[in-house]
């Protein structure tokens, strides 16, 4: 599947002039549900959020002011979070993972199997934010379009009726993660 650009209107709506991550994360469209626990997605973003930004980052500069005893209770955290969100998840009907490109008006999945759904159609898109965090945001959207062929389909969402906050919530964390992503390839250079 392909996580670059993709010449179709709906690519230029969703993702033309704003930030947007390739990343692959469990994610679900549900055509026709909606949004069972209001304000929980937000609620969820923001605490992500706060534990991230308090760990100082993945930077060596941020880290400096943090003692040698604090780093190595954060780094036992950090695993514990891990294996806690893996068992969890086995005993756990878990979203299937797949690659999609997102961006604070919306995502485009790709999926190996056409979902059949039709533009306009709105529903729920559920997905798992943070890989060492169990559980999922719910974000009401509509469909835009699908397309694809031989094997390679693209369904782009476009978030719907989202409160200021929750859109705000959203942006800052694509923009972690497009700080990660940037930090990530620094790295592998």
């Known amino acids: 599947m392909t996580s670059a650009a993709l010449a179709h209107p709906a690519e230029a709506t969703l993702f033309d002039d704003t930030l947007s991550c390739d990343v692959t994360l469990p994610v679900a469209f549900e055509a026709g549900a909606s949004v069972l626990r209001p304000g929980a997605s937000e609620m969820l973003l923001r605490s992500v959020a706060l534990v991230e930004d308090s760990r100082g980052g993945d930077d060596s500069e941020e880290r400096t002011d943090s003692s040698a005893q604090l780093q190595r209770l954060e780094a036992r955290m950090d695993l514990t979070l891990v294996l806690l969100g893996r068992l969890l998840l086995q005993s756990n009907s878990s979203l299937p993972m797949h690659p999609l490109r997102w961006s604070r008006h919306g995502l485009r999945i790709d999926l190996e199997s056409p979902s059949g759904v039709a533009p306009g159609t ?66 592998n250079r």
């Not at 719910?138 to 094997?151: N, Q």
């Not at 990660?180 to 790295?187: G, P, V």
């Open 122 to 187: 709105a529903g729920v898109v559920k997905l798992q934010p943070a890989e060492w965090l169990p559980d999922n945001i719910e974000l009401p959207v509509v469909v835009l379009a699908e397309t694809g062929t031989d094997g390679e389909f693209h369904l782009w969402l476009q978030l719907h009726n989202i409160s200021e906050n929750l859109g705000s919530a959203v942006e800052r964390h694509l923009f972690r993660l497009h700080r990660r992503q940037i930090a990530d390839s620094r790295r």
